[in-house]
């Protein structure tokens, strides 16, 4: 396998903006023909740079996909981060769960507070179908790096919310890393995964729904005098 993208080096005397560029004209060449069909030709034409100017950087297609990757899913997961801290970092009592999980599961699953169109979010989606289209062709280590570095390092800030609330009698949970596991797959839910065009309402109230959901399983029934739902 290539280096991992956090440690490949650029070359010696390279011009950070000429990395930007190819990061940025590969990562839409990527979204857009995947892995296996993206050509260096296409990437630097993107990027507005040489072929060699490419390789002179990342060595290698496989090398140039994974930096990209890596460093879309570190930009989300930031973004995604800093929408859970200002959603629920704020919480300061049971009664407070479920508004607050739910204001972010809006915004974790809308964009991260952006809107829905926005072209960097829609990239990195498209970018991320493309990764696990090509699987097979790919280095397993670079499906672990991007859940490492992407929707793992979410997973956790979650899970430390919900070992925090715990700990403080708001919820009871167990297990906090399978209850953020299990929180993500019911806002989530949807009764048809090949539909198009949902509207924000609906999907407003499904993201609702599946907040209440989980939150009556993890209510901790005595730091409340009513039951969630």
């Given at each position: ?11 010696a ?17 990527f ?19 040489s ?7 990342f ?24 929408a ?17 999980l ?5 915004a974790w699953l ?6 829905a ?12 179908a ?11 280590e ?5 859940w ?20 403080r ?46 939150v009556?399983?993890?209510?901790n ?9």
């Open positions: 396998m290539t280096a991992h993208p956090a440690t490949h080096e650029p070359p005397g390279a011009r950070p903006e000429k990395r930007r560029a190819i990061l940025a004209g590969a990562r839409d060449v979204a857009r023909d995947g892995f296996s069909r993206a050509s260096i030709d296409a990437i630097a034409s993107a990027a507005g740079v072929t060699r100017t490419i390789y002179k950087h060595g290698d297609k496989t090398a140039l996909f994974e930096a990209v990757v890596i460093e879309s899913s570190r930009t989300v997961a930031e973004a995604e981060i800093a859970l801290d200002a959603h629920l970092g704020a919480v300061s009592s049971a009664d407070d769960v479920e508004g607050a739910r204001t972010f599961a809006l809308g964009a991260t507070g952006r809107p169109d926005d072209h960097e979010l829609v990239t990195h989606r498209a970018l991320i493309q990764l696990r289209t090509d699987a097979a062709q790919l280095p397993a670079l499906r672990r790096a991007w490492a570095d992407g929707p793992g390092r979410v997973r956790g800030a979650l899970a430390a919310v919900f070992e925090r609330w715990s700990s009698g708001w919820i009871e949970v167990e297990d906090a890393p399978l209850a953020a596991a299990q929180f993500s797959a019911l806002v989530a839910a949807v009764p048809d995964p090949l539909e198009t065009d949902v509207s924000d309402a609906t999907r407003a109230k499904r993201i609702a729904a599946g907040v209440a959901t989980f009556h399983g993890v209510s029934r005595s730091s409340s005098g009513r039951r969630p739902g």
